[in-house]
């Protein structure tokens, strides 16, 4: 039922249930009677029909309103977490279930023409927000998280590149030293006598420092030959290896212009020589040396 408040016009619309009861005007406050359907006009409060029921009349959409007003409380809520990084997400359950409250409202207030659009537009917003400010702090975080990976990536690849030209520059010029700046001779090979386990095949040799530069480490590879000249067997020995763990005469670095030798009485062993060995058959060579002062 449709009817206008007799002080200041204001249209009203209420059921038609509450026909002949009293309420006031949402507008101007003042007591009406509600008319019956068949009442021609509007009386006023003071008509001589008197009810003890009163009602009160509204032109607000109560439940687009009331949509509206939750889907703000649910955005609100939603925004106290969504700036925070990876926590934030746990802020779109929130504003989904917001945002989908909002749209309901709005629905409602289209089919009452409109009426109480405000409060669900208004949330719907909030919870548009709370969505971007998660999306955003979590997305840059992850962007800034990334972009430093792949730094931290770069700067290590270059380490390693930079170390790998160093070993490069390393073993060219131990190769080239090895070469021009080593000498190996006075070399020989055959069975000694030991004490402990008899005839056993040995190696003796000398190694002189012609160059400049001290080194802590030598490696000389041995390989035994058959009577063929084939390669049979084969025995590293470091005459010079200076080490923490190290406490022999091999302890000390080889320094320019010095030699190193066997001590007198003694001699390299080579155990594993099988017994095809030509007595005297070997080839020699220095492999690997480590200058004095290089980290690796």
């Given at each position: 039922?449709?009817?206008?408040?007799?002080?200041?016009?204001?249209?009203?619309?209420?059921?038609?249930?509450?026909?002949?009861?009293?309420?006031?005007?949402?507008?101007?406050?003042?007591?009406?009677?509600?008319?019956?359907?068949?009442?021609?006009?509007?009386?006023?409060?003071?008509?001589?029909?008197?009810?003890?029921?009163?009602?009160?009349?509204?032109?607000?959409?109560?439940?687009?309103?009331?949509?509206?007003?939750?889907?703000?409380?649910?955005?609100?809520?939603?925004?106290?977490?969504?700036?925070?990084?990876?926590?934030?997400?746990?802020?779109?359950?929130?504003?989904?279930?917001?945002?989908?409250?909002?749209?309901?409202?709005?629905?409602?207030?289209?089919?009452?023409?409109?009426?109480?659009?405000?409060?669900?537009?208004?949330?719907?917003?909030?919870?548009?927000?709370?969505?971007?400010?998660?999306?955003?702090?979590?997305?840059?975080?992850?962007?800034?998280?990334?972009?430093?990976?792949?730094?931290?990536?770069?700067?290590?690849?270059?380490?390693?590149?930079?170390?790998?030209?160093?070993?490069?520059?390393?073993?060219?010029?131990?190769?080239?030293?090895?070469?021009?700046?080593?000498?190996?001779?006075?070399v020989e090979a055959k069975y000694f006598d030991s004490v402990l386990d008899g005839k056993v095949a040995g190696v003796l040799f000398k190694i002189k420092n012609k160059g400049d530069k001290s080194l802590d480490q030598v490696e000389v590879k041995c390989y035994f030959l058959d009577a063929s000249g084939n390669r049979i067997s084969e025995e590293d020995f470091y005459p010079v290896n200076v080490s923490t763990y190290s406490f022999g005469g091999d302890n000390k670095p080889l320094k320019?212009?010095?030699?190193?030798?066997?001590?007198?009485?003694?001699?390299?062993?080579?155990?594993?020589?099988?017994?095809?060995?030509?007595?005297?058959?070997?080839?020699?060579?220095?492999?690997?040396?480590?200058?004095?002062?290089?980290?690796?």
């Amino acid at each position: 039922m449709k009817f206008n408040c007799p002080k200041c016009s204001q249209p009203i619309e209420v059921d038609d249930s509450y026909a002949g009861q009293t309420g006031n005007c949402p507008t101007c406050a003042e007591l009406v009677v509600i008319p019956t359907p068949s009442s021609p006009v509007l009386q006023p409060a003071v008509a001589a029909i008197s009810q003890n029921a009163t009602v009160t009349i509204t032109t607000k959409n109560t439940t687009a309103l009331t949509m509206g007003i939750i889907a703000i409380v649910l955005g609100v809520f939603g925004l106290l977490v969504a700036w925070i990084p990876f926590l934030g997400l746990l802020a779109v359950p929130l504003a989904v279930i917001g945002g989908f409250l909002a749209l309901i409202g709005l629905i409602l207030a289209a089919l009452k023409k409109f009426k109480g659009w405000s409060m669900p537009l208004l949330g719907g917003l909030v919870c548009l927000l709370t969505l971007l400010v998660s999306f955003c702090s979590t997305g840059s975080t992850t962007a800034l998280i990334s972009e430093g990976a792949k730094e931290v990536s770069k700067a290590a690849e270059k380490s390693n590149n930079a170390e790998k030209i160093e070993k490069a520059d390393s073993e060219v010029a131990a190769k080239e030293y090895i070469a021009n700046s080593l000498d190996l001779y006075d070399v020989e090979a055959k069975y000694f006598d030991s004490v402990l386990d008899g005839k056993v095949a040995g190696v003796l040799f000398k190694i002189k420092n012609k160059g400049d530069k001290s080194l802590d480490q030598v490696e000389v590879k041995c390989y035994f030959l058959d009577a063929s000249g084939n390669r049979i067997s084969e025995e590293d020995f470091y005459p010079v290896n200076v080490s923490t763990y190290s406490f022999g005469g091999d302890n000390k670095p080889l320094k320019p212009g010095y030699v190193w030798s066997m001590e007198a009485g003694k001699f390299y062993t080579a155990k594993s020589v099988a017994s095809e060995w030509k007595e005297g058959s070997i080839d020699i060579e220095i492999t690997k040396i480590k200058f004095t002062g290089d980290k690796k």
